[in-house]
């Protein structure tokens, strides 16, 4: 049985219907949620829910028994909270038999980074390689998916972000769960790392550059400070300060060199190369 956590969220629902659309019987498939009556169109292609919420072992325990692999989808809180969160998922693991986890950790996961999220996959990272369970790393790059909540009013405003010249190898989720689903299926991914990044690499101002390119019109790209930056996504999303701040905090870290890495692991899963993400921008804004 393959359990996937978060499995609601964009990427867990991506992965089922991959390991679906690939060959995998949907009984063999659970989906965990925190709100399973949310999940009822996985219900209906025949995948099992079970309610699991990384605060509530309890849940958790009753969540993962039979299971024999678990794809952990970092979860949606402050740092110290989801550090927490993970921690408890892999206790539970550990307690109730799991043979393996797939674990979605990050490109960059130096303590150190602007991002702050990068010190949750670090820890969590860290506490796979004690747990004494079998486990596969995918450190995923940048998601390409998330570009345009970024870019909304480029056309009047042009393009802000911290980002001062690094790049990223932005990759869309739909090809990150191929990759898991690859991974989830397959033998021989016992104690691997993968890093699974896009083929090309842009920083903001390439972005405002393709955009102009796409419109012809003028698009110009503001560098920002970072807390100036953090404000702007309060002000204009209602989003909690501490998501604001590891938002702007990302792309500042993209100019440590940490997201511009190529190791050709996704195409050596998937025999293919992910979606360059000039052409998932294009789909994304209809351009």
């Known amino acids: 049985m393959i359990f996937i956590t978060g499995a609601t969220g964009q ?8 390991l679906i659309e690939n060959g995998t ?3 063999q498939i659970v989906a965990g949620t925190r709100k399973p009556d949310a999940a009822a169109a996985l219900e209906a292609k025949g995948v099992q829910l079970r ?7 309890a849940s958790l325990d009753a969540a993962f028994r039979g299971i024999d692999t678990l794809y952990l989808v970092s979860g949606d809180a402050p740092i110290d909270v989801r550090i927490e969160h993970h921690r408890n998922a892999i206790a ?10 797939v674990y979605t950790s990050f490109v960059d996961t130096a303590e150190d980074s602007p991002f702050g999220f990068a010190r949750i996959h670090a820890d969590t990272e860290r506490t796979l390689a004690e747990s004494g369970l079998e486990f596969t790393i995918l450190r995923h790059g940048v998601y390409a998916d998330i570009l345009p909540a970024f870019l909304n009013g480029y056309a009047e405003r042009g393009v802000a972000s911290p980002n001062q010249h690094g790049k990223a190898r932005f990759i869309r989720r739909a090809d990150l769960a191929a990759a898991a689903a690859k991974v989830l299926t397959t033998g021989g991914h016992s104690g691997k790392t993968y890093t699974l990044t896009g083929p090309t690499a842009l920083n903001m101002a390439d972005i405002a550059a393709v955009l102009e390119t796409r419109t012809g019109k003028p698009v110009a790209y ?4 970072t807390s100036d930056y953090a404000s702007i996504l309060v002000k204009a999303t209602g989003m909690p300060q501490w998501l604001a701040d590891a938002l702007a905090g990302m792309f500042a870290a993209m100019d440590r060199g940490g997201y511009d890495i190529q190791t ?3 195409a050596r899963l998937l025999g293919r190369d992910a979606m360059p993400v000039e ?5 994304q804004l209809g351009l």
Not at 51 to 57: G, R, T, V
């Open 25 to 27: 019987p949907a009984a």
């Open 51 to 57: 309610k699991a919420d990384y605060a509530d072992p």
């Open 11 to 18: 990427l867990g629902n991506a992965v089922i219907n991959t």
């Open 279 to 283: 052409a998932a921008l294009v789909a």
């Open 264 to 266: 050709g692991d996704f």
């Open 222 to 225: 503001h560098a920002l400070p």
């Open 92 to 101: 539970a693991a550990v307690r109730n038999g799991v043979k393996r986890i």
